[in-house]
């Protein structure tokens, strides 16, 4: 998906929340859902895959298919190639502007969405019908005015959990609220 007249057309995010925002639980996802896992590996694949460090610890180390790129401000912190650190926004947006035919999409946590939320162009959200009230991550408010929305179908996991993906892009001439 290229998206034509955006400043980083080929920046996204990618995440699943609770009907409050609600993202994660002690560093760890709230829901284990089989079928959004799926759907986040699919739309994952032959990407880079922005986050923080904690996010980074939390995950398995090689999925397969999908490029790193860690947020750290400890500039101590170094990775095996070619897993890439970064230790600033305009690092690594830069170097998103210097690969325009890859597709780079944020996948937390919540700090690092709050950071790129104001620079990415599409967002994946799924939707999860349900709350988690002991949440202690949540995503980013944002101007839903801003963003053109494709609302996928309801669907029902194996554990009953109601749930909807949802694409959200940026309408043209809206990226103005940046830090």
Excluded: C
Excluded at 12 to 24: F, Q, T
Excluded at 114 to 131: A, K, R
């Amino acid at each position: 998906m290229i998206l034509q007249n955006r400043e980083h057309p080929n920046l996204g995010l990618i995440v699943a929340m609770g009907k409050n925002g609600e993202i994660g639980y002690q560093n760890d996802l709230i829901w284990r859902i089989k079928e959004d896992l799926t759907f986040f590996k699919n739309t994952t694949m032959d990407s880079y895959i922005i986050m923080g460090r904690k996010t980074y610890d939390s995950m398995p180390k090689n999925l397969k298919g999908r490029k790193y790129i860690v947020l750290s401000r400890d500039h101590n912190f170094v990775l095996d190639s070619p897993k890439i650190v970064h230790h600033t926004v305009d690092e690594t947006l830069s170097f998103v502007d210097r690969d325009k035919d890859s597709k780079f999409l944020v996948v937390g946590g919540g700090a690092i969405y709050n950071l790129f939320l104001p620079y990415v162009s599409f967002m994946h959200i799924t939707q999860i019908e349900d709350t988690f009230e002991k949440a202690d991550t949540y995503f980013s408010s944002f101007i839903e005015e801003e963003w053109d929305k494709e609302f996928g179908e309801v669907m029902q996991s194996e554990d009953k959990i109601n749930y909807r993906h949802t694409l959200l892009i940026r309408k043209i001439g809206t990226i103005s609220n940046k830090k």
